[in-house]
């Protein structure tokens, strides 16, 4: 079984100085990824604006590429509402020169009602976002990859668009998605890596799914890669309704990354939403009694 790799999700709504230094943090610590979310005030669950407010993401990553050297660098999730996907193909492309190769284009469909609202960005159904989503996935593979790119589409027009400056053959893009029907199955489409919020049963049945997926148009399963991320919180218990936690003793937390990794996970993302410092605290925890034990 391949080592375990292990990525530090820091958060948007900390200073830009915090982010940096904890990223460097946690690549000195041993690290694999940094991963920053792309979201621009924190989620009310309505059209209700919410603190705190948050840096964007991709500026940060580019500030990241310069002063964190080694690790890989990722969004986690770039919503495709908020950018067109030739203005998201164009940033990808820089932060990868920036970082010699590093980044990776974590996409999704877009899901948070109240940035939405506030700032007027359509979101549209959910049949809507995926119809989008899928259209912009070819709009950004074509622009990251082939010369000339022209798609006539429901959502976006591209009429022999050239392809954007680019340091190596393909920037990996990864697709945040848990819908079993349609959206494991643009995965399998689409996606060189995937990512959910899980419990190791959950990933274990929804990487299941993916399988089928692939296996239903021919890809091979294996060439995906996955990750995923839950809150771990260390002596806390585990059922919190409605967030994917995984709490408990040191062994608990052990047994559960060993469960995740059995059913097929390359890497294990730790969010950190909270203060700077309750970051800092469990980083080194986990890197100095957990990571030792599962990697």
Known sequence: MAELAVGAWVSPAWSPEDVLAVAGEAEQAGYDSVWMADHFMANSGTEEVAEPVMYECFSLLAALAAAVPRVRLGSLVAGITYRHPAVLANTAATIDALSGGRLVLGVGAGWQLNEHAAYGIQLGSVRERIDRFEEGLTVLRGLLTEPRTTIAGEYYTITDAPRVPVVRPRVPILIGASGERRMLGI?????????CWSTPEVFAQKSAVLDEHCERIGRDPRSIRRTTQAMLQPGKETSTPGRFVVGGSEQQIVDAIGRWREAGLDE??????GAVDEARELYSWLQKEIFPQVR
Do not use: M, R, S
């Open 187 to 195: 995965v399998a489409e689409h996606a060189d890596e995937w990512n």
């Open 268 to 273: 294990l993302i730790v969010p950190t939403f």
